[in-house]
């Protein structure tokens, strides 16, 4: 991952901390995927997925986060849920981080973007 990339992660954990999220794991990894960011709020634990574009993209970042990938995030979540018993109802939220000449615009928290299947 890039230095821009790095930074867009580094953002929405901050911006999730400053709306009131309990960062639970960063980068967690299985043999499924990879999910950006987990973390719980109220009687949620998020799944999220971070996507960064330039703001002259031609499509929004959430338009990257396409059913493969969700099958992907989806799997690792299950495997999270399987090895972190959490009383929580699981949710999948895209945070959309918009940039312009490697520095963050703008930062959109999409919850329940999809569902699980």
Known sequence: MNNIGKLAELKATQYLINHKYKI?????????GEIDIIASK?????FI??????????A??????DSQK???IVATAKFFLMKN????????DVIEV???NNSIKSIKHLENAFILE
Request: glycine share 2%.
């Open 24 to 32: 639970i794991d960063c980068n967690f990894i299985s043999r499924f």
């Open 42 to 46: 109220g009687k949620y634990i998020a």
């Open 49 to 58: 997925e971070v996507k960064m574009r330039d703001f002259d993209s031609i």
């Open 60 to 65: 929004q970042p959430r338009e990257f986060v």
């Open 70 to 72: 969700q099958s992907k």
């Open 85 to 92: 018993k959490k009383p929580l109802q699981p949710r999948f």
């Open 98 to 100: 918009i940039c312009d």
